[in-house]
């Protein structure tokens, strides 16, 4: 089984200011996912990644892939109380099934 | 347009005893999936589908089978249930990459 392992695992930071969580694998993937997850909720997809170096822009949101298709990080810029929830990666495998992350929750403080 | 609806929400069990969760979508999607979340363990697969009449087993199918009768629904089972299945549950449908998650079944073994 292919893992991904997220870092930090949890983060609680002040409004306004930035931040960045990694999801990292030995193993390569055809793509990765990123998803927000409040709670009670299913998780929502936020961003489709698939080119190794492939960076996409959701507002404040900086997602990027690895070169080598192996990891990818999601920036935070100006974090907003808005942005607290559970942010999971995930890698895509074969027959559309998706490997993840153990998440990192995420609190912004206001 | 209600994307995928699980039920029941809540369920206690005790131990032994059998259920089916019900899992709906109306996005006419092929790809189906049944997760578990369990604390610090991100989201497991336990079983997909890749169509009407077709089921696979994901990485923990223990203690459980599943069936896709209709396109439109994914039925968990549990048969004897065990207090080690006590988790979340989620449902997701795909037609591409992107999962479509529902909101969950919080189910309880005592």
């Known amino acids: 089984t292919q893992l991904l392992e997220q870092s930090p695992q949890f983060l609680s930071i002040q409004e306004g200011e930035n931040l960045t969580v990694y999801c990292n694998s030995s193993s390569v993937f055809s793509s990765l996912q990123w998803y927000r997850q409040e709670p009670g909720e299913g998780p929502v997809l936020l961003v489709t990644v698939v080119t190794g170096g492939e960076v996409k822009k959701l507002k404040r949101l900086t997602f990027q892939f690895g070169d080598a298709r192996k990891d990818s990080s999601l920036h935070i810029t100006a974090a907003q109380p808005g942005d607290t929830g559970l942010y999971l990666c995930?890698?895509?495998?074969?027959?559309?099934?998706?490997?993840f992350g153990q998440g990192t929750r995420l609190t912004i403080n206001p | 347009n209600a994307g995928v609806t699980q039920t029941p929400k809540f369920r206690v069990l005790k131990t032994g005893q059998s259920m089916t969760l019900l899992c709906a979508q109306d996005?006419?999607?092929?790809?189906m999936y049944w997760y578990r979340q369990d604390p610090g363990m991100g989201l497991r697969l336990i079983h997909y589908s890749v169509g009407e009449g077709t089921t696979a087993k994901g990485e923990v199918p223990d203690g459980y089978n599943v069936s896709r009768l209709k396109k439109q629904n994914f039925l968990l089972g549990l048969e004897s249930a065990a207090p080690s299945q006590t988790s979340v549950y989620f449902c997701?449908?795909?037609?591409?990459?992107?999962?479509?998650f529902g909101s969950g079944t919080r189910l309880t073994v005592v």
């Open positions: 995930a890698g895509g495998q074969g027959a559309q099934k998706l490997v």
């Open positions: 997701a449908s795909s037609k591409g990459r992107g999962y479509t």
């Open positions: 996005m006419n999607h092929e790809y």
